[in-house]
């Protein structure tokens, strides 16, 4: 079962990955300067931003690789407005080592956002292979929950660590809420990740009301909201994470969450799917839950049935399939 799997989830990672097609190649490292072009491996950009000023001057139709060099980028962040329905892929050079690191040195900065492609007809196609992400609020955020949407984005090889308000001692808020936030995101492959320390404070002040609270359950290694539908997140690992490791919202269907390894992660449950007692979202429903070892939560051995949960009504916007399929959970 377990290698029907792993080649089911290779054949989807390898049909979503860049093509061998021409490309245009834009160089990074530590030691660059956004005064280069950023052409050769002699004259590299220094950052994200710098990179996106470049893409968006040159305005390449084919597609774009990002050859991130070696090395640690210090509280760099970007919020990414280029896209022409071709590969953009952020990754190290071939034979690298070690995986290039983005350290936010704690200061609360979101690594990479990602606005919406402004044409529904031109899929955002990002990807971003075999980096470092570590000491964020939050680490990458794909979309904004405005029409139309985004799509066909991968995230694979990546480790993200140290992410969350408890790294960033609140900053800028005391609530955080992903490694991974995906809004409106659809029919991205999300694999062979690791995801160690996503966390928020257990007594903290996220509304200024002079009240600490606890939030460290507002928080997840993957967060899939506002109809993110048609994803695959497989053969991840979630590790120190203290809300639950993968949560759905509001009409996110039709995901897949399958042969990952989930080891002290989560408050209530490993996954969860999750609207309010009231208001009008909707739940999400066909999402399966197939092949995965789970062993404690965060805070110890889950309750009985809890692996998966869900919360809010079932009936909100009419009789929908079921919410959650489970199957295949090793429990360690």
């Not at 956004?34 to 968006?56: I, W």
Request: aromatic share 10%; hydrophobic share 35%.
């Amino acid at each position: 079962m377990h290698m029907r799997r792993n080649w089911a989830a290779l054949a989807s990672v390898l049909a979503l990955a860049p093509a061998l097609v021409p490309a245009t190649t834009l160089y990074m490292s530590p030691s660059g300067s956004d005064g280069n072009t950023g052409e050769s491996a002699t004259a590299p950009l220094k950052t994200l931003k710098g990179v996106l000023n470049q893409v968006k001057a040159d305005k390449p139709k084919d597609a774009v690789d990002i050859i991130v060099a070696e090395g640690t980028y210090l509280s760099q962040t970007v919020i990414w407005t280029y896209f022409n329905g071709e590969p953009i892929t952020f990754s190290p050079p071939a034979g690298a080592k070690t995986k290039p690191i983005f350290d936010g040195e704690g200061t609360g900065l979101t690594w990479f956002t990602m606005n919406d492609s402004p044409d529904a007809d031109t899929p955002t196609n990002l990807h971003f292979v075999g980096l470092k992400v570590t000491n964020y609020w939050l680490g990458l955020d794909l979309g904004r929950n405005k029409a139309p949407g985004n799509s066909l984005n991968e995230v694979r090889g990546m480790l993200f660590e140290r992410v969350g308000a408890f790294y960033t001692k609140g900053l800028p808020n005391a609530k955080g809420y992903a490694a991974l936030r995906l809004q409106l995101s659809s029919n991205n492959t999300i694999t062979g990740n690791r995801f160690h320390g996503v966390k928020n404070s257990a007594s903290a002040d996220s509304d200024g009301d002079g009240v600490n609270e606890d939030l460290t359950g507002y928080i997840h290694a993957i967060y899939a909201a506002h109809h993110s539908t048609g994803n695959i997140i497989s053969d991840n690992e979630f590790n120190q994470v203290t809300g639950d490791a993968v949560r759905t919202r509001d009409g996110s269907n039709n995901n897949l969450i399958e042969g990952n390894l989930f080891v002290t992660a989560g408050k209530y449950s490993a996954y969860s799917d999750w609207i309010a007692d009231t208001g009008d979202e909707c739940p999400s429903y066909g999402n399966r839950f197939v092949d995965n070892t789970v062993g404690d939560g965060y805070f110890g051995a889950f309750k009985d049935g809890y692996i998966t949960h869900t919360y809010g009504p079932d009936d909100r916007c009419g009789t929908i399939p079921t919410r959650i399929t489970e199957e295949g959970t090793i429990v360690q």
